[in-house]
């Protein structure tokens, strides 16, 4: 464990996109216990450009939009952290049974998979979110996580097919160790790596599909977050008053937190994968 | 039956399922989850609750549209025999026009934008990451993290960045709608022109994510096939360098071929987004208004569009692929 935290942190991109990650989650998490001022308070008339008082200035309700920034990228890093774990536990869970288990229970859990990847996650989570009257960030993250687990199912049933017939795990087949436990000991340990890189990609889209699903109107009803923020910018025709304060920031802080976690993955794919090793 | 039928007839029957378990889900997640939509309307027009008499009518003729007051079972048969008939119900925020006449109005202008667009994009980071993986050196450093934080940039943050700039600031390119609110659609030069100067914008912003996320795939594809063994032992013979590229180009082509159909629900739905942000009057924009007037007939129709769609395109792309790549013609050969 740690000469593999030893390795990664030699490793440029994963470097840069950890301490993207680590900074800007620190400073939400800490600013609000500094300012200790209600997002939800308003401040100033409404599409104040930004001053020294209002960092970036006020939005359609004349909220300070630095504060609601922040209290926006806290929410959006919540759902996606609750949406990544879900997806991957689900993908995880589905992907060993199918791969390990295999004959028939591998057969209905690919179909499944298989349906679930072609049919839209993006169109299911408009038919539950519709249908939900009031969705707290958590059920947001909830749905989210509901309805992505299909890539990590499929990648972790190819790695688990291909560990199967190892030595080691025929071995402890063997001995006589249940199923469960070869999975936990035997499978496990050697797709770690391969499937924590699959979950930093789930928080990474969990972020992006609340900020769509947000956008359209399905976000969370009592918080604000990332999305929500554009949603209001839309429906309050910021663009066209020429408010960029009250849209660009939340667009640009989510293709960097976007982009950190992708680093973070590329670099850690560099090390784990030796085929794409330069 | 030959190796391509058989393929066909096997994808075909696939994608069949898949689309009664999409049509499923349409029907039932807004009629089984708690508090869910359906039910709501149903017990409005039987307790007489609803607040005024036009609401009261759209209500009753939903009701009467989609047998809401009948078992499960008989509406979900109603609902499969409207849609046969094309029949996606009645608006409910734009009483009375059917749903099928808004989103057949809306078609056009959502397949203009993103048909072309996708394709574009995809051809263009194809051709782009290849290049990085072949020339190597400044190209590929230069080009590979721009890639990389393009293609974190989602659809919708590129289209207002580029909204603010070329729209409102330089104001370049119109900022809404799909043509000069003004005109009449027509034929003339005058109206065309106007059509792509609005067209512009949001077809750009899909095409610049599409490459992004296009150049970084094939760009691991060609690098993998770049250090494999026919590579080095067509080099060894003294094959020219062009003939062995285009042996790597085709090999790496494939996977993004399969890529291309299992990222195109997140493209189709990324643009839909975009469509928004312009008020592009295609079917995104739509479903924006849809859900903030909760007109459920509308919302559920446009779902069942974009399903379909993707499916459709799905299995397009799998069919092409099928006659591209010799494998699968060899695979179907030795199980026959």
């Known amino acids: 464990m740690g000469s593999t935290v030893r390795i990664l942190l030699r490793s440029p991109k994963f470097l840069i996109g950890a301490i993207i990650t680590l900074l800007m989650t620190a400073f939400v998490l800490i600013y609000p216990l500094i300012n200790r001022a209600d997002p939800f308070e308003m401040k100033a008339l409404a599409f104040q450009p930004p001053s020294s008082e209002l960092w970036l200035g006020s939005d359609n309700f004349g909220r300070d939009l630095f504060l609601e920034l922040v209290y926006g990228i806290r929410t959006s890093v919540e759902i996606g952290l609750i949406a990544g774990l879900i997806a991957t536990a689900i993908g995880l869970v589905i992907g060993l049974a199918s791969g390990y288990v295999g004959r028939w229970v591998d057969n209905v859990l690919t179909a499944l998979t298989n349906m679930f990847i072609v049919i839209p996650s993006f169109v299911i989570l408009i038919l539950i979110s519709v249908s939900i009257d009031s969705r707290s960030a958590f059920i947001v993250a909830l749905i989210i996580g509901l309805t992505s687990w299909p890539w990590t199912a499929r990648a972790v ?8 017939n190892r030595d080691h795990v025929n071995l402890a087949k063997i001995s006589g160790h249940s199923t469960f436990r070869i999975i936990v000991f035997e499978i496990l340990p050697y797709i770690a790596s391969y499937v924590f890189m699959a979950f930093i990609l789930q928080v990474a ?3 992006l599909a609340e900020a769509s699903i947000s956008m359209l109107g399905l ?8 999305g929500t923020m554009m949603n209001w910018a839309l429906i309050f025709a910021a663009p066209v008053s020429g408010a960029w304060w009250a ?11 976007t982009f950190a976690l992708f680093l973070i993955n590329t670099g850690m794919d560099e090390i784990f994968n030796p085929k794409i090793r330069s | 039956m030959n190796a391509y ?14 689309l009664i378990v999409a049509l ?11 508090g869910n939509p359906v039910s709501t309307i149903a017990s409005q027009v039987s307790q007489g609750m609803t607040d005024s008499d036009s609401i009261k009518r759209v209500y009753e003729n939903f009701a009467r549209e989609f047998g809401i007051d009948k078992p499960l079972i008989v509406q979900f048969g109603i609902y499969l025999k409207n849609l046969l008939t094309g029949d996606l119900g009645t608006s409910f925020g734009l009483y009375p026009r059917k749903v099928s006449d808004i989103l057949g109005s809306a078609v056009p202008w959502t397949v203009g934008l993103q048909l072309p667009a996708i394709l574009v994009g995809w051809i263009l980071g194809n051709v782009l990451g290849a290049v990085a993986a072949y020339r190597k050196g400044v190209f590929d450093k230069v080009l590979f993290p721009v890639a990389l934080f393009i293609n974190s940039i989602p659809f919708f943050t590129l289209a207002i960045m580029m909204l603010y700039l070329f729209g409102i600031t ?31 914008l949001p077809f750009l912003s899909i095409v610049l994510v599409t490459i992004g996320g296009q150049a970084i795939g094939m760009r691991e594809m060609a690098i993998y096939e770049l250090n494999s063994d026919y590579v080095l032992y067509s080099k060894l013979l003294g094959i020219r360098d062009s003939r062995v590229a285009r042996y790597v180009f085709r090999n790496a082509m494939l996977p993004q071929i399969t890529g291309l159909a299992l990222s195109l629900g997140t493209m189709i739905g990324g643009s839909l987004i975009c469509e928004i ?39 397009t792309v799998e069919i092409i692929y099928g006659i591209v790549d010799p494998r699968i013609k060899a695979a179907q050969m030795e199980e026959g």
């Not at chain 2, 499923?24 to 708690?34: D, G, Q, T, V």
């Open chain 1, 157 to 164: 049933r190819a790695q688990t097919v291909s560990l199967r």
């Open chain 1, 205 to 207: 889209s969990g972020i």
């Open chain 1, 219 to 226: 976000g969370p009803y009592d918080t604000i977050s990332l």
């Open chain 1, 247 to 257: 849209f660009i920031p939340p667009a640009l802080v989510i293709a960097v937190i």
């Open chain 2, 5 to 18: 039928t058989k393929y066909f007839v096997k994808k075909a029957g696939w994608y069949l399922a898949t």
């Open chain 2, 24 to 34: 499923m889900l349409n029907f039932l997640l807004p009629r089984l989850i708690e």
């Open chain 2, 170 to 200: 330089l104001k370049w390119f119109p900022i809404s709608g799909g043509y000069d609110y003004q005109m009449v659609p027509n034929l003339s030069l005058e109206f065309i022109w106007s059509v792509i100067r609005h067209h512009t």
């Open chain 2, 277 to 315: 942000v312009f008020s592009y009057p295609g079917i995104g924009t739509w479903l924006f208004t849809a859900i903030r007037q909760l007109d459920y007939p509308l919302i559920s129709g446009c779902t069942l569009l974009i399903a379909v769609t993707v499916l459709l395109a799905n299995f």
